[in-house]
């Protein structure tokens, strides 16, 4: 089974003085469901890199939660991880898939505009994926309407807000929904999942 390496979002702990890195026990779960096995990576970069590094992943799987720091987030040490494992997974050739918060720092390393958005805190919320209807849930309050080379749109809302990139010539994938979070998890989630890693 091919294991794909995961961040994880920082909690700030004011009464212990702590900065914890955390993922979602939904996450595993998800994760196995597709075949795979979850390497979760700390927030600390030259660590995080050494385990990535080291270890024979499948790709990187960038989750949600925490806004990025230039749109107002609180974990700027995340950023610089995040954007450190973006440029070891692009040199090693390897698959990356960005989920909400994941697929907006994909498109600011491409310059792509984010602007805050309304209506796009819900359960479900119909958009259209490859021209089809598909219900989706949202958790975000940032977003683009547009993109630009060399990433590609694949689902959008009816407002117009990007819901799905594509990288144009990298395995490099984003969405704006949050798998993890279906229970049962969608056939279509699982099979995005092992296509992107090659799962057997």
Not at 122 to 128: F, K
Not at 132 to 145: L, Q, T
Not at 171 to 185: A, D, K, L
Request: proline content about 6%.
């Amino acid at each position: 089974m091919k294991t794909v390496a995961i961040s994880q979002r920082v909690t700030v702990i004011p009464q212990y003085g702590e900065r914890r890195d955390c993922l979602d026990q939904a996450w595993p779960r998800f994760i196995a469901a597709c075949g795979l096995l979850p390497l979760a990576l700390p927030n600390v970069t030259e660590v995080a890199l050494a385990i990535f590094g080291g270890s024979d992943v499948a790709g990187l799987v960038l989750t949600g939660g925490n806004d990025i720091a230039v749109l107002g987030g609180d974990a700027p040490e995340r950023d610089a991880t995040e954007n450190a494992l973006l440029d070891a997974a692009e040199s090693r050739g390897l698959p990356v898939l960005g989920v909400c918060r994941g697929m907006q720092l994909i498109q600011q390393r491409c310059a792509v505009p984010l602007v805050r958005v309304a209506g796009h805190v819900a359960r479900r919320q119909l958009i259209r994926i490859n021209g089809e209807p598909v219900e989706v849930n949202s958790y975000h309050r940032f977003a683009a309407h547009e993109s630009r080379p060399p990433l590609e749109v694949w689902a959008v809302a009816a407002d117009g807000v990007v819901k799905a990139i594509r990288h144009s010539t990298r395995p490099t994938t984003g969405i704006m929904w949050h798998p993890e979070r279906n229970t049962p998890f969608a056939a279509a989630d699982v099979d995005l999942f092992r296509r992107v890693f090659k799962a057997a």
